[in-house]
């Protein structure tokens, strides 16, 4: 029988979930906008950093925040 080699997922990929949004927490963008394609294939995401957790998340973000009246 052979055995196949246990792989973690690098640690620096996710980081948990946000405290204040309850949302995945990435490093950095590029490892958000990788999840996002890997886990949501074909559904226009996008990666931001978080005002609370300074992290990166993805998902839509509401129009206040995008005209930046709101956070």
Known sequence: MTLKPITARPS???????TTTGKRRYTSRRH????A???H???PLRAYQCHACHDWHI???P????NGDDW
């Open 41 to 43: 294939p074909g559904t």
């Open 32 to 35: 958000a906008r990788s999840s």
């Open 12 to 18: 620096s990929l996710q980081l948990g979930t946000c």
């Open 63 to 66: 129009h206040r925040v995008k």
């Open 59 to 61: 998902g839509n973000l």
């Open 37 to 39: 394609r890997r886990l």
